[in-house]
């Protein structure tokens, strides 16, 4: 079946960066994009961007700009995110889903079961 | 950018009622890039509706969504102990592909 595993949590410090991995299997990953959402603790979901596996070309969301690159290993299938400068504001679940199109509409699915990223001193 | 309003904030309904969700957009969307998910404790998110009218798979039609332009909802018949969640519509017009801030059901 189609699946998106991310990687475990991760703790880092303040100005540090961090990478979190989506392992797709079950489908072609070059053939769907990869969007990126994230959910601080009891707050709603934040979409930060997607990045198409095939041309590598990316969209930022504008807060994180400058700070924040999607990438992607076609060999393994797997698409990255990585967050610089890290603050406590980037304390949250980061979520990868797939971008699907269909003829009756668009949406997210499936997600990955979410990477908790703590940011703390 | 567009920017998505849902209502209620929350919503606190018994078994076997019926709920509608709202989710309003600041500029016209196609119904078809309107996407409806739902969120339960502890987990990510899951799809409910492809754009409009399209159920994800293994969505049950107890499920509907009507809307068009600026104003959408979600209804839910007959309401479960499980579907308690928290519900999101998200756009997919003009980037940045935002998310309304989410309405909470409760289930009594």
């Known amino acids: 079946q189609v699946q998106l595993v991310q990687s475990g949590a991760d703790v880092k410090q303040p100005g540090a960066s961090v990478k979190v991995s989506c392992k797709a299997s079950?489908?072609?990953?070059?053939?769907?994009?990869i969007h990126w959402v994230r959910q601080a603790t009891g707050q709603g979901l934040e979409w930060l961007g997607w990045?198409?596996?095939?041309?590598?070309?990316?969209g930022y969301a504008q807060t994180l700009q400058g700070r924040l690159t999607f990438s992607r290993n076609t060999s393994t299938n797997t698409a990255y995110l990585e967050l610089n400068r890290l603050t406590s504001d980037d304390t949250a679940v980061y979520y990868c889903a797939r971008f699907d199109v269909t003829h009756s509409g668009r949406g997210l699915d499936p997600w990955g079961q979410g990477t908790l990223v703590i940011v703390s001193s | 950018e567009i920017v998505l309003t849902q209502s209620p904030g929350t919503l606190s309904l018994s078994p076997g009622e019926r709920a509608t969700l709202f989710c309003r957009a600041s500029q016209s969307v196609s119904s078809s890039r309107l996407a409806w998910y739902q969120q339960k404790p502890g987990q990510a998110p899951r799809l409910l509706f492809y754009g409009a009218s399209r159920r994800a798979t293994g969505i049950p039609d107890r499920f509907r969504v009507i809307g068009s332009g600026t104003d959408f909802s979600l209804t839910i018949n007959r309401l479960e102990p499980e579907d308690l969640a928290v519900y999101y519509c998200?756009?997919?017009?003009?980037?940045?592909?935002?998310f309304g801030q989410g309405t909470k059901l409760e289930i009594k």
């Open positions: 990045m198409n596996p095939y041309s590598d070309d990316s």
């Open positions: 998200q756009h997919f017009g003009d980037s940045p592909y935002s």
């Open positions: 079950g489908y072609t990953f070059t053939s769907y994009d």
